[in-house]
């Protein structure tokens, strides 16, 4: 019984304890306080070997990543975002900015209340994917999803970078 209610020694972080960074490729560095949210995810899709043993498996192979991530930015976020995109981004044939073109990183650095370690996760490789407008009736303020199209994401402790693969 002594065990079963863990005792709150520890802190975790909270969205409170986050702090972003965006370096656009060529450009300057956003960091804007004005993020709702980011979601960030891989994996690995591995096969596997089971030759004449019976459908036992019997070796695997070093497997194929697969990652995402996404970003959902207040209103004023996103236009600081968009316009530092549009400040390197090449135009079109009809005089318009592609910034679905510019590529950027995001720096997401956090630290637990009461410690002085400095965690990190990068999101290396960013293209913005496509755009989600969320506004509604109602006190919460208008929304933007931004879907990226990422080429990796690293974990960064004691200034090593750990991947999946």
Not at 8 to 17: C, F, G, I, Q, Y
Not at 92 to 120: C, M
Not at 138 to 146: L, M, R, S, Y
Request: contains cysteine; hydrophobic residues 40%.
């Amino acid at each position: 019984m002594a065990g079963e209610y863990p005792t709150l020694n520890e802190v975790e972080p909270s969205w409170a304890d986050v702090r972003i960074s965006i370096p656009i490729y060529n450009g300057p560095t956003v960091k804007t306080p004005d993020i709702a949210g980011i979601k960030v995810s891989d994996k690995l899709d591995i096969g596997v070997v089971r030759g004449a043993s019976g459908g036992k498996k019997r070796k695997r192979t070093t497997g194929q990543l697969d990652d995402e991530a996404s970003i959902t930015f207040y209103m004023s976020g996103w236009r600081a975002h968009r316009d530092a995109l549009a400040s390197v981004a090449p135009l079109n044939d009809a005089g318009q900015k592609q910034i679905g073109l510019v590529g950027f990183d995001i720096i997401y650095q956090y630290t637990p209340p009461g410690s002085v370690d400095i965690f990190t996760i990068k999101v290396a490789g960013c293209r913005v994917a496509g755009r989600s407008f969320e506004g509604a009736e109602g006190p919460d303020a208008a929304k933007v999803e931004i879907p990226l199209s990422i080429m990796g994401i690293e974990e960064i402790a004691d200034g090593v970078g750990i991947v999946l693969i």
